[in-house]
């Protein structure tokens, strides 16, 4: 079995120079996922290259539903998904097994490039692993944890600061009947950037945590224009713990309505409470899936 996604910077690629980052230099296209393998009904699933991570489909998955999110769990607030293991891990290994109720995962984190950060520092990942599970309480309920572990080090003017990075989260998902319930929680260790680091001893902030939640229902209307409206609060809290004191809170109200012939019109208000002042916003995205 072999898979592959592509990302496009619609902005870039198209010369929109006000909805893109100019000064970043990423390109106009990345690949999202891109690995191999192959799967037995008998030994499991075994996979390699760039792929979600273990600790991503086991607890980051079941809140990262809406758009504006990702703020508070391991897979957004790291220093880079696929770099630091916690999202689409480059240069990966994956292994799961197990039944319809109960399956458990395994992943391993190769040595990988360096990944250049503000001024002079660079972050290198050195290896990692993780386990992780997933498990049917119920036909409606499924719970989910994960482990990781990722040795790193960042370098910089002629110093050099290893680290242990360690993430240990869970999530709880119940779809019952119209309703999507799901909550995520996750403590982090020399894993979040600290904005107010002095130096590279400080730059990861030794201990943090992050709590995501949303509350959706569906109506299914199933009509000549609209498939279905699902109105939802959801919400995050991400705090650095120690000299890196600091916290992000999110409140969001939304709504996502499905039409027929693939498109679909997402809204929300985020009401935003962070030791930056982050002003309040709203955001929109229409999508359109073939």
Do not use: C
């Not at 386990?131 to 040795?151: M, Q, V």
């Amino acid at each position: 079995m072999s898979y592959g996604e592509l990302g496009v910077n619609t902005g870039r690629a198209m010369g929109w120079n006000d909805h893109y980052d100019r000064d970043s230099d990423d390109s106009a296209t990345t690949r999202r996922q891109v690995y191999f393998g192959f799967e037995s009904d008998r030994y499991g699933r075994l996979t390699a290259g760039k792929q979600n991570s273990v600790y991503y489909d086991t607890v980051g998955v079941s809140t990262d539903v809406w758009d504006y999110n990702q703020f508070a769990q391991a897979p957004g607030v790291g220093i880079d998904g696929s770099y630091d293991g916690s999202y689409r891990a480059r240069k990966s290994l994956r292994y799961s097994n197990g039944t319809e109720d109960f399956t458990v995962f395994a992943g391993w984190l190769f040595p990988d490039d360096d990944l250049h950060l503000d001024g002079p520092l660079d972050y290198r990942r050195r290896n990692g692993g993780s386990i992780g599970f997933r498990w049917h309480l119920t036909d409606d309920l499924t719970l989910g944890a994960a482990y990781a572990n990722t040795s790193a080090e960042i370098k910089g003017s002629g110093d050099q600061q290893s680290f242990r990075q360690q993430l240990t989260g869970s999530s709880l998902t119940w779809t019952g009947g119209d309703w999507y319930l799901a909550v995520g929680a996750g403590y982090y260790d020399d894993f979040v950037p600290d904005p107010g680091a002095d130096g590279l001893n400080d730059y990861l902030a030794s201990d943090a945590y992050g709590v995501e939640y949303i509350a959706r229902y569906s109506f299914q209307l199933d009509n000549d224009w609209v498939q279905s409206i699902k109105p939802f609060v959801a919400g995050d809290r991400l705090k650095r713990l120690g000299s890196a004191d600091a916290q992000s809170n999110h409140q969001v109200l939304g709504v996502t309505t499905q039409f027929n012939h693939g498109f679909r019109l997402d809204l929300e208000r985020i009401f935003a409470n962070t030791s930056d002042s982050e002003p309040d916003s709203v955001l929109a995205r229409l999508r359109y899936d073939f």
